[in-house]
């Protein structure tokens, strides 16, 4: 039996971001993730609680037309085209064709995968490379538009994304990931078995939710084969408390991260309702899923979730350092995003 009370946990949390916070966020992947989430959420309890506060960071940025450069900065045509379905905005719709012209048009890197900083002025400053957090960024969005609105060619683009990631970015032995692979080094970063904890966690969560959408396309073996891989990767890695470390294969040496748990809490519920994982990872999900929500922390009138490590990029140098020194903060938009959709799959256990 599952426990209703951790779902209404992490749904007063999503509550209280909408009570408290200003819908000016910023266009970036973080608060992308967070109001796709929300909108998730709003679709699985059938209800509108969410959508004045998503529909004000739309009509903000229809005011102040924003940037789209960079994978991470394509990434909030999740929110515009979830709200352009509920409102038939053309504004909206504006704002969600523009992401979707960057990502047909820009210049591959290597493969179907284009450089994670596209043309931005980061993207000119940091070497040209693919990162793996462009499985959410840049391939969940399209493959969600194109089974909607019956894009063949879209979804190609979509569906690709995984395998030529993994071909760069996934251990041939360890079937962890890489945070990055920079293309004119031909290496990955970081060069020695260093595997970050939100950077698996990204693969385990998209992956499902990229098979939701692609249908019998002819790359979902694959990526039900990589999804597998990693999940079976992970299970050993999990530590007594149900959480994951910030460097996966380093226990007890770092910290651990409530971002990367409720990220592979979320990718492994998902797993074990579409069948793609069997019984020991539905409980292992349930118990990453119930540890950070056990972590959450009641403040004065509202609920924050702590420990989740600041936006982390890979570093040449000393890489491991750079993982273990990133500071921990409450409340980022994607560690909320991530518990928001870990709850809906685990309150789907609850239906079954």
Not at 84 to 106: F, P, S
Not at 237 to 264: H, M, W
């Amino acid at each position: 039996m599952i426990e209703p009370s951790y779902y209404n946990k992490a749904t007063a949390l999503a509550d209280f971001v909408c009570r408290s916070w200003d819908p000016k966020m910023k266009w970036m992947w973080g608060e992308a993730l967070l109001g796709f989430a929300l909108a998730r959420l709003d679709d699985f309890q059938g209800t509108h609680k969410y959508q004045a506060f998503l529909q004000a960071y739309c009509d903000y940025y229809v005011a102040h037309p924003p940037r789209m450069d960079q994978s991470d900065t394509i990434a909030p045509a999740l929110i515009t085209y979830a709200m352009q379905k509920k409102t038939g905005n053309t504004a909206y719709k504006a704002l969600t064709d523009r992401a979707l012209h960057y990502i047909i048009n820009e210049p591959r890197l290597i493969g179907d995968s284009v450089n994670h900083l596209g043309n931005s002025l980061e993207g000119k400053l940091y070497p040209k490379s693919i990162w793996v957090d462009s499985l959410m960024m840049f391939s969940v969005f399209p493959s969600l538009y194109a089974r909607e609105q019956n894009k063949p060619d879209l979804m190609d683009i979509a569906a690709r994304q995984p395998r030529t990631m993994a071909k760069y970015l996934m251990d041939n032995d360890d079937k962890l990931w890489y945070h990055a692979y920079w293309v004119r080094q031909q290496t990955h970063y970081p060069r020695s078995k260093i595997f970050w904890g939100r950077g698996n966690g990204w693969v385990i969560a998209s992956l499902p939710m990229i098979l939701e959408n692609i249908g019998d396309h002819p790359e979902r073996d694959e990526i039900i084969t990589m999804f597998y891989q990693t999940s079976a990767a992970l299970l050993p890695l999990q530590r007594e408390d149900g959480c994951f470390e910030t460097v996966l294969n380093k226990p007890g040496k770092t910290y651990r991260e409530l971002s990367a748990t409720a990220l592979i809490a979320s990718g492994w519920l998902q797993g074990c309702r579409m069948g793609f994982l069997d019984e020991k990872y539905r409980a292992a999900g349930k118990r990453a899923f119930e540890a950070v929500c056990s972590a959450l922390v009641e403040t004065n009138g509202g609920i924050s979730m702590p420990e989740v490590s600041a936006p982390t990029i890979p570093l040449p140098l000393f890489p491991y350092l750079g993982y273990k020194y990133v500071p921990l903060g409450s409340d980022w938009s994607y560690g909320i995003a991530a518990l928001i959709f870990a709850a809906i799959e685990y309150r789907r256990l609850e239906g079954e």
